[in-house]
């Protein structure tokens, strides 16, 4: 790996991406985020492509683009994501597309289009973003946690397709994080998920940063196909 | 546009090969195998040659084209067999981007 890492960071204009993509920036990486809507986040070293992650002609631009003003790309972060928060008899079929394709398409193309990149020098650090709610099975969430299931088969095959490359894939599954994501979930049912976790707290942007330098680093190369829960769950 | 392409795919084995430490001994010309029997790739090196083609297809032509998608994987006579087979199946599919397009 070169001195100053590339590093993409999906879904940075908010949230944990954002928090990751401030925190990859102070560590001097050169970070390229993207979101359906401009970003204000303003730094030399930090670029912003606009596009939704599951619109496979605008992935393949954003691709072009690094490859052309980067030549290469060391890491990858899939952490765009939605959240469908309903009982599955009141979910409409819409949202359970539009979920399953932000959440998994969108994974799935960026690790495929970032792999084309990664092969040629056979280093690469892709992470995946599921959560905690998969191994909870909770409900309520019945589209989230499925389109999340398949993240985390996506990685451990994937993980085994690409270990030829030099190239590990892995997941982090955080807990519930104050982000908008979680805002317009019923405090008593946060609290109810906080309790099943071995360590009753919210979670914080640091906690998921810690994971992801874990999987990101050069020294984590015999680690692949992982999927990490935070708070113990 | 097959002969064009045939020196692309040329290009792309003999860097692909450089970077892999993969040996050539004879000259590379339409009718060198490139996977199956006596095929101078192995599967994972033949996914590197087919991802670098359609870098280079894109660069060169401005057009993106697939490669590696259900229909070549699916043919009987696979289009990976030889330089000059790849050839025509990438001047076929970019000829039918560019009608779409």
Redesign the interface.
Known sequence: MASVPVTLITGTRKGIGRHLAEHYLALGHRVVGCSRQPADLDHPQYQHVTTDVCDE?GV?ALF?QV?KEHGRLDNLVNNAGIASMNHSLLTPVETVRRVMDTNLTGAFLFTREAA?LM??VKYGRIVNFTTVAVALNLEGEAAYVASKAAVEALTRVMARELS??GITVNAVGPVPIETDLIRAVPRDKIANLVNRQAIKRLGKFEDVANVVDFFLQPDSGFVTGQVLYLGGV | MNDELTQLIIAATRELSAEQGIEIKQALGPDTRLFGEGGLLDSMALVSLVIAVEQAVEEKYDTPVALADEKALSQRSSPYRTIGTLASYAAQELSARRQSA
């Open positions: 002609p393949k072009a490859r084309k092969q040629r030829g490359f």
